[in-house]
């Protein structure tokens, strides 16, 4: 950021760039990297140290190493940009470094609504360039919520997709639905022939696992290499899952919460033949965003699991002892902003993007 920009930005009322705020493992230096995002969604980080940042309305951000923000990129397919919809996550292709692709998740209008959708293209100077759509949420529902959207890729070059039930329960269970489905397709959308459901009648062969109610979270562990993810649950009953083939994670029969309303949902907590979370988080914090921590920066959090909430404005550090959770950390209250993503950068910091309408992308540090 140029210094004059930053003096003047130091005089705008509410304005910080950076603000010192305690957690147990000593203070944290949180500094803004870039603000003035409409709804920042996720971060993908260049191999030239730039950042990619989508918006929900819509709009793909380049943030430079200095903060400046670019102009809307051009490429970005035409979103559903209501209630949860609109554009979400970003990730880039294993192999970005020779091939430039990225890949972006959004809800997609068309014939009976709007449904999550996964397209990719080649990232140019200006924007991406021979834009393919290579998954289509079926079906297409009315209604603005539970889109899920986040995307991973595991070492085998494989995507994953994990999709909400589009506030449609029972679908979650059903197999010939897209909806409430972790899905895992080859990177140009074609079907990996080991997928558990391929051959199967009445289902889909995308669909990896079922039973989830709204994936807002997946990382791949970086030792391990194992899919992580979170999800929604309603009131109570958010979820840590570690999705293997085939296997049912129990939404909406099984479940730790209970409805808005206060009623039950469901058989109860646990089920024959239904999987049980790694963690859950009752009251609900409606996680969003998901990292694991190997930096050099922060040495006291190497291999704590990061997790944002939007309930509670703040970041969770999980701490586990023999693969199981011991321990956890709300931190970052006094940001005072919602936490929609949490991403790992290269440099060796974590970083976040706040869920508002004045979004910032924020780097923490060690306080000196």
Known sequence: MHPLLALLLLLLPGFALAQTIPSETGPIRAVTVTRGLEVPWSMAFLPDGRMLVTERPGRL??????GGLSAP?????????????????????????????VYLSYAEPGDG???????????????LQDVQVIFRQQPKVSGGLHFGARLAFDRNGLLFIGLGERYRRDEAQILGSHLGKLIRIKPDGSLPPDNP??????????????????????????????LWLHEHGAQGGDEINLPQA????????????????????????AKAGMEQPLLH???????????????????????????GSLKFRTLHRVVFENGKPKYEEAMLKPLGENIRDVRAGPDGYLYIATDNPEGRIIRLEPAR
């Open 61 to 66: 951000r380049m943030v430079a190493r200095d």
């Open 73 to 101: 990129l051009a490429g970005v397919p035409k979103v559903f940009a209501s209630g949860q919809g609109g554009l979400l996550d970003v990730v880039l292709d294993p192999n970005f470094a020779s091939n430039r692709l």
């Open 113 to 127: 609504g709007a449904g999550t959708a996964v397209a990719r293209g080649k990232l140019s100077d200006s924007g």
């Open 197 to 226: 459901f391929v051959g199967r009648t009445g289902a889909l062969p995308e669909i990896y696992s079922y039973g989830h109610r709204n994936i807002q979270g997946m990382t791949l562990h970086p030792e391990t290499g194992a």
């Open 246 to 269: 085939g296997l049912n994670y129990g939404w909406p029969v099984i479940t730790h919460g209970v409805d808005y309303s206060g009623a039950r949902i469901g058989e109860g907590t």
């Open 281 to 307: 988080w009752t009251p609900s914090i409606a996680p969003a965003g998901m990292a694991f921590y190997f930096g050099d920066k922060f040495p006291a959090w190497r291999g704590n699991l990061f997790v």
